[in-house]
Antibody
């Protein structure tokens, strides 16, 4: 059974870069699309972007200028970098697996809370 | 980009049926997925591709999609069905590719 685990700092200063890593266990990162989704406190879900194991990416246009998603196949990990963060980027960040490009998200990490504050 | 509109809240008695709508223009031409999120937990996929139930999801959960509205139906509602429900579509012609609905809080 595939499991996902997010890791990274829980506190980031404004204007700095948020960096998170998702470790995939119980299965290979090869094949599937791998997404990052976030949820601000008390609000709904927002898709940030995804990466295909081969390296192709697509991002939410509202974040595109600040987002980079990368994959490390040998380590079975993929990562998120979000630059120039503000308080509006405070959220629970989930890594997730997509059932193909048009598919739903069938596996989610437990989520990690990232707070942007000085 | 477009908005997937859901009712903010639905209240249902145990054993009854809950219906949650998800609306946008011509949603019937897209594949809709549904998620259940309990407080403090990650979402769980309960319906994929309009009406498919992933392994482990009870038959009480069903979905339909036609015209401008997709619907998640929960039959014989149980206390454990409480939480937030989100619809989601993938649309290659828009940005973002993945759009989530506004969310519906189900109270049992």
């Amino acid at each position: 059974q595939v499991q996902l685990q997010e890791s990274g700092p829980g506190l980031v200063k404004p204007s700095e870069t948020l960096s998170l890593t998702c470790t995939v266990s119980g299965g290979s990162i090869s094949s599937f699309y791998w997404s990052w989704v976030r949820q601000p406190p008390g609000k709904g879900l927002e898709w940030i972007g995804y990466i295909y194991y081969g390296g192709n990416t697509d991002y939410n246009r509202s974040l595109k200028s600040r987002v980079t998603i990368s994959v490390d196949t040998p380590k079975n990990q993929f990562s998120l970098r979000l630059s120039a963060v503000t308080a509006a980027d405070t959220a629970v960040y989930y890594c997730a697996r997509n059932l193909g490009a048009p598919g739903g998200i069938d596996v989610w990490g437990q989520g990690t809370t990232v707070t942007v504050s000085s | 980009s477009y908005v997937l509109t859901q009712p903010p809240s639905v209240s249902v008695a145990p054993g009854e049926t809950a219906k949650i709508s998800c609306g946008t223009n011509n949603i019937g031409s897209k594949s809709v997925h549904w998620y259940h999120q309990r407080p403090g937990q990650a979402p769980v996929l309960v319906i994929s591709y309009d009406h498919d139930r992933p392994s482990g999801i009870p038959e009480r959960f069903s979905g339909s999609n036609s015209g401008n509205t997709a619907t998640l139906t929960i039959s014989r509602v149980e206390a454990g069905d409480e939480g937030d429900y989100y619809c989601q579509v993938w649309d290659a012609s828009t940005d973002p590719l993945y759009v989530f609905g506004t969310g519906t809080k189900v109270t049992v």
